[in-house]
């Protein structure tokens, strides 16, 4: 018996690695066959839900009816961000690469996999293989959110800024006839607000790693070194030699000693409801936050708030972008480039934008008559479009191996200065201890 | 001899096709992890050299494992007995047969019906500051999975509220396997019930009170649903984290396979040793035919 | 003695009420889930239970359509059903095996599968994808379902349940010239069918929202997506739009609902013939 089993068990684990060793991958000869010569179907990923997903229909059925080039885009949707990056991930885990599609839509949380994949066809790669330069077309605050480790990763789909949002009536009632612009002002508001008898909280969130970027960029600084990864993988902090840091918690625990900030990331429903001021959120918000107060109060939006008044104005872009992955064949790749010239061009970005409450980031599109018309129409979308081609070229958003793990240590890190009173140096030591490990963890695991 | 193959061989039959299946999509998988604890692993999932006992030493150094740990020990601690308890209860509730009971009956055993996942939006929702209706019922304000202090109760409720359904069908299974002659000859002694419920019933399911202790506790030490669908990257999940959750974030959001690794196994071996201990234990208590 | 009735009759009104409250407060999330997918998105932000009215049908038709819920129900249902069909097989087998014969190493393989419970799936996600791979069966319902094949807890339920069956029944059966498979499928197999429909509806409803691994050995076959795929489309991307989200779990809860239903009697029947005691 024992004999037996043994023999199975031995059988059935060889076995096993037999599938685990795999062949060795055939490299593909590559001709160059003209665009429009042959029908060429290219495969499309998304993660465009609700709405958003409506509109991604539309215009993958438009492109396949319209473009001249025999192009058929096969639109697959695969679930949320983060799934289709897991997606992404095990397939280049498993070297399966003919499961890649030609292009996708990735959000923040898939840069580094992406660029680590090797089968990366980046805009730098993609302007020198047609020989055409294209990235002047954008904005160049949109576009250095998908830079990273010195590449231009993909080009923006759907970009928002952090704007902030104010419940006017509540102002009114504390004497405000304007948006805070900086922490000083919300210590101040909150004052007014208590002294009218307000019990509204004037302002809450909690910083994270994108948000703190923003904060400390308006500073001049970053979090990490190369521009926050964008031109390489980011090896040490930046922001605690030069101040940085600590003059962010300062204001910031200012503000919460004064009683003006809730701690607490608040949602879109509480500020409905009325319960805070002042609320911070995505500038593709706007439409469903004017939807659901439907009249209830006015409300305004303003730029980013500041973290002094001597931090420059600015918002870092948050959103996706659309990647193209390089399938060794040219016609693809050419159906592939045409494909995503059109979605993030102007006719589709503006109509994303008018149907969303996205900020186009293709340049000529703030002159689209269509979008100027919406603009004047709902002022509130102005301030994002306003404050993104404000933004300066050097501010970038944080591009790290360990995202999710930063994202935690800065929420975590601040919610316990202010939870349990701690000084404002101790917590820069400790953060800066805490976020400098994950990097060298990261850089001792991928030498 | 002869005999003893051919029963070898029947033996193998009934075991093999579950076997099969186990190695090659759970152990062989798993070695593989296991390997990747002992080795630089690189972001792509790649080998890269040999790690020594590194990853567990980053892993467990890490300040947020203790948490993770404390708080998996006890959900544990907490969602068993309160599993029991309300099951047995329920169960004991519903034993005799009325009228209504397939009516409530029904009801008790509805949340199995519902998966986890489904289960976290509704939970989400309910227990939503400002819109959910536990807040409006109770007159409070409170953002049950918002703020610190009251997201590990909300995760709790929702395991212990998954766990119902299945756990009480069994239960009342079993109670009601319990033979009548037996029930009968403690109300011809004068027992009183709640020594009879003590003494003589939940002795007599004990097998099944051992599966759902056992079972519950697995899944409780597997627990990640709730934090990841419902807390997601909030800023108040470091008040739920569990070795699971941070496996699935600080090792498969963040690529770092060989933390990952460490997690998946350090819970496993905490698992198992326990089930083992309660086997143990099973064999001195547990009363089968 | 009429009396005695009488006092009875009231003690069982009595704990019926009790008990049908205790079974509301139990359902309540499934009713607020069922009245909010009827709530229009204003009428979502006061935190009433009930909807202004129940012929408000907009989330639903919205989730039929955004998420294309009809489409993948099917899928949901083949993979659930029949998933939970193999895995039924293979637990009954194994559980018949470690209940009634003594073999070597009986109790280290009975660990060796009760620990593939305490194995997180996320671990083995990217080697049994290349298995999967390898294999050549990605893009394929079989794919989709293997990994759920093995099932500890049921294994472990049965186990427990057929141990609690009289030895000499099958003793009695094997004189009578059953072997063991006869004996399994005539005789243990009925005896236990509450158990075995319990564990049945169990595995289904679990299985039928499977999403990360269907999503993932599907990737070039959006054809064969499963139910939650659908309804992680109708999240939005910057907000909690719950009543779309509520209307599609609804919809998803119908089919297990009804297998629920009709499966309930089986279920209830529970230790007729001694269930999982001696």
Known sequence: MKKLLFVICVVLVSAAMLFA??????????????????????????????????????????????????????????????????????????????????????????????????????????????????????????????????????????????????????????????????????????????????SAAAYGTVPNSPTLANWIGQLGSYIVNYKNGSEASATKLECIDNGALKTFLTEWKAMYDAGALVNQSLSTNQFIAGEVAVFTNSSANVSNILSKVNGAFEVGAGTYLRVNDSASYGATVSGSCLVMFDSGDSLKKAATWEFIKYMTGEGVQVDFAIGTGYTPAYKSASDNAAYKEFLAATPQFAVAADQLAKTPASMRSITIGPSVDFYYAIQNEVSDMLSKNLAVDDVVKSMGDNLQALLDNYHRTNP | MKMKTRKNLKVLLFLLPILLFAVVFVYYPFIRNIVNSFSLVNAKGEIRGFAGLENYRYTYGRKDFPQALKHTLLIAAINVPATLIITISLALLANKRRRLSPLYETLFTMPMSVSMSAACMIFKSMFSPSVGIINYVFGLKIGWFESKETALAACLILTIWMGIGFDFLLMLSALRGIPSHIIEATRVDGISPLRRIFRVQIPLISPTIFYVFCTNFVLAMMTSAPMIIIMGVSAESSATNTLMSMMYQSGFSSSDYGLAAVLSITAFVLTLGFTILSFVFERKRVHYQ | MMRLKTKNAIKDTVVSIIAIAIGLIIIFPIIYCVCGAFKTESEFLTPNLLPGSFSYTKNFSDALRKGDLLRYIGNSFIVAFFGTLIRMVLSILAAYAFAYFDFRFKNVLFFLILGTMMIPGDVLLATNYLTISKLHMLNTYFACMVVSFVSASQMFMLRQRFMSVPRDMREAAQIDGYGDLSYLITILIPICRPVITTLFVHSFINLWNAYLWPLIVTASKPAMRTIMVGITKLNSWEDENYQLVLAGVCISLIPSMILFIIMRRNMRKGGMEGSLVG
């Open chain 1, 21 to 198: 060793s795999g062949a060795p991958e055939q490299k593909k000869e590559e001709t160059k066959v003209a665009l429009g010569s042959a029908p060429v179907t290219i495969t499309f990923w998304h993660c465009a839900s609700d709405d958003a997903g409506v509109l991604m229909d539309k215009y993958i059925k438009e492109f396949n009816e319209t473009n001249k080039y025999q192009i058929t885009v096969n639109a697959i949707y695969q679930g949320q961000y983060s799934d289709a990056t897991t997606l992404m991930k095990t397939i280049l885990s498993a070297e399966n690469y003919s499961e890649l599609p030609d292009i996708m839509q990735l959000d923040a949380t898939g840069k580094v996999a992406f660029f680590d994949s090797g089968k990366a066809f980046t805009i730098d790669d993609a302007e020198a293989y047609f020989g055409q330069s294209i990235r002047g077309d954008y904005l160049e605050g949109a576009l250095g959110n998908w830079e990273y480790s010195g590449s231009q990763l993909g080009l923006p789909f759907a970009t928002s800024t952090t704007v902030t949002y104010y419940n006017k009536d509540l102002l009114a009632k504390a004497g405000w006839d304007h948006c805070p612009d900086t922490f000083a002002d919300i210590i101040k508001l909150s004052a007014d607000m208590k002294a009218a008898g307000i």
